[in-house]
């Protein structure tokens, strides 16, 4: 076995930490929101190359007639393509590039695509978005507690609750658009995270009868040191490409990619110090007696369950 490292005395303070983001998260939440996409709420989007103009804060003076605009520059730095967001109605969609036209005429403006998306679409596919990830924490849920024990079920659920809550508040904090494309990252990283946290709780399964341990503090401290370099190893290798396409893309793939980044550290770090803690803290009065199936003394009257 290697060395012990005992990640043990870290599960306290990294909980305050991560209790502490993620009620940064919350204000930002409440103060400023989420930055919604053209999936998730009605309104147009268009693509539009305007030659002439200024920059961002220019083209978005040309459309201050509009309410609820939103405008940001895509493809090359160079490039004089912009993607325009508004909240307006299908019937409506013109009044975007009847704005562009009259500021910088009709020659200069041509509209690359154009999306629309009503309210009634918005509100489901939310909905559709919501049970889409609470069905798969409950069939990962089930899956843990059949493999190993409801302990260990529960404790790589929080850590996936936590990781979610991370990339909320991330996204929050950074505005980039939430849209089908970024909820795609927060999926991936549930099913990232809740294999890195399997492979743990399966070497502490294997530990068990291997080792001569007097809390379950220590026989954590043994599987978190046994699997630490494959848990960097595999977020690092998953990052190069992660971060490729964060450089050599835009648009929603770069969103993608940012929040994926944030997920993949977070997971790492989750699996090692919020799904441990959290099992470590079930298991506190623990003795190797008690065998993998509990995590607390049965109250009988003759000697613990085995």
Not at 130 to 139: H, Q, Y
Not at 190 to 214: C, F, H, Q, W
């Amino acid at each position: 076995m290697k060395k012990r490292i005992t990640f043990s005395n870290g599960f306290l303070p990294c909980a305050i930490l991560s209790c502490l983001i993620i009620a940064s998260g919350v204000f930002s939440f409440v103060t400023r929101g989420i930055n919604l996409g053209i999936d998730f709420k009605p309104g147009a989007i268009e693509e539009v190359t305007i030659k002439g103009a200024a920059g961002i804060e220019d083209v978005r003076d040309a459309l201050s007639a509009i309410g609820g605009v939103s405008v940001k520059k895509i493809g090359a730095v160079s490039a004089d393509t912009y993607q325009i967001r508004a909240g307006v109605e299908e019937s409506e969609g013109d009044k975007i590039t009847k704005a562009l036209v009259k500021k910088y005429g009709e020659a200069n403006v041509d509209v690359l695509k154009t999306d629309f998306i009503g309210s009634s679409m918005s509100s489901s596919l939310a909905r559709q978005s919501i049970f889409l990830l609470l069905g798969t924490m409950l069939l990962i849920w089930l899956y843990a507690t059949v493999r190993f024990h409801w302990d260990f079920a529960l404790g790589a659920i929080v850590a996936l609750i936590h990781d979610i809550c991370i990339m909320v508040t991330f996204i929050s904090w950074s505005q980039i658009e939430f849209s089908t494309t970024t909820l795609a990252a927060v999926l991936t990283i549930v099913g990232y995270s809740i294999n890195a946290t399997v492979v743990i709780l399966d070497r502490v399964r294997y530990n068990l009868p291997l080792m001569e341990v007097k809390n379950f503090k220590e026989l954590l401290d043994q599987s978190l040191s046994d699997t630490l370099a494959r848990s960097i190893i595999t977020t690092v290798t998953t990052l190069f490409a992660v971060m490729a396409l964060y450089i050599f893309t835009t648009g929603s793939i770069k969103d993608f990619a940012l929040a994926m980044t944030v997920g993949l550290l977070s997971g790492c770090y989750s699996s090692i110090f919020i799904s441990s803690g959290f099992i470590n803290f079930t298991r506190r009065d623990w003795k190797p007696e008690y065998g993998i199936h509990h995590a607390m003394p049965k109250k009988t009257a003759g000697a613990p369950a085995l």
